[in-house]
């Protein structure tokens, strides 16, 4: 009998897959081993499946995405996690994973964290620029367990990493999303007869009501090298909207005359700061040429 499953996490030669009746351990089938990175953590596959414990692994179907650092399949959405205070918030860090992360073609929501050490005006400040572009804002306290409800159910339905700099409390937060991960890492080991910690790859958690997460913080690398000026532009999800009337196609919405973004920002539409982020980036990227 066959079934499809996600792999969760490689260890030693075996794949632990999550399918609908539970975790089976697979050994892939002998041609899909031939191949380095044929199959990914956060792949869908098919599955044969040998007894209750085990299965094989006929296929890897169609990725979705794939993540370069660390390598995982198949991503929805990064949550870009940031502090409120300590370390003090940067907008041109967020724009610039903002950017990676779009580039890679998933979707991405704000979270601030550690919301307990600054004030409510301070994080509404922030929040603002972020959902004025057309993003979603988590506010959370992760060591309180604030606001965490909220971020699971944004993450109910999606395969997700978290991403930002360090500091900033993903591991805290990773941990209040899945609890259970040491648990379940120790159910696997003792059914692979492998020790825990095997691997240093990522691997992905379910959380209770939905939703899979990575455990190891995705973006990492932070460079724009794969990304040109023209591509800048339309990583900025809120430039689209208004820069189908500037005068040039190819406008950069830097120094063009009848630039549609310009006017936006002037007129309140599109947030200053975004907009001055997009400059240094810009400029970033031109040098890298
Ligand atoms: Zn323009």
């Known amino acids: 009998m066959r079934c499809q499953g996600t792999v969760m996490r490689a260890c030693g030669g075996f794949y632990c897959v999550l399918t609908e009746s539970g975790f089976l351990t697979c050994k892939p089938r002998g041609r899909l081993r031939l191949v380095k990175d044929e199959i990914l953590v956060g792949d869908k596959v098919e599955v044969s499946i040998v007894d209750a414990d085990t299965g094989i692994i006929e296929n890897v179907l169609e990725r979705k995405t794939v993540l370069s650092r660390p390598r995982i399949a198949n991503v929805d959405l990064a949550v870009v996690v940031v502090a409120a205070r300590r370390p003090d918030p940067s907008t041109f860090l967020i724009d610039r994973y903002l950017a990676l992360i779009a580039h890679s073609g998933l979707d991405a929501i704000l979270c601030i964290n ?13 929040s603002e620029i972020y959902t004025t572009a057309g993003y979603d804002v988590v506010v959370t306290a992760a060591i309180y367990g604030r606001g965490i409800d909220e971020l699971r159910q944004r993450l109910s339905s999606v395969t997700s990493v978290l991403a930002g700099p360090s500091g900033v409390g993903k ?3 990773f941990r209040s999303l899945c609890p259970d991960a ?6 696997v080991s003792r059914k692979t007869g492998r020790g825990r910690h095997t691997t240093r790859h990522a691997q992905l958690f379910r959380m209770e009501g939905g939703g899979l997460v990575a455990d190891s913080p995705g973006f990492s690398y932070l460079r724009l090298d794969d990304i040109s000026p023209s591509d800048l532009r339309l990583l900025y999800r809120e430039f689209r909207y208004y820069m189908q009337n500037c005068r040039f196609n190819s406008c950069l919405h830097r120094a063009e005359p009848d630039c549609a973004v310009k006017e936006a920002v002037s007129s309140g ?5 975004r907009y001055e982020n997009y400059l240094k980036l810009l400029s970033e990227i031109e040098s890298l040429d």
Not at 182 to 187: L, R
């Open 114 to 126: 550690k919301a307990d050490l600054a004030t409510d005006s301070e994080i509404q400040s922030l």
């Open 171 to 173: 591991s805290v937060l």
């Open 182 to 187: 040491e648990t379940e890492i120790g159910e």
């Open 269 to 273: 539409h599109i947030h200053p700061e």
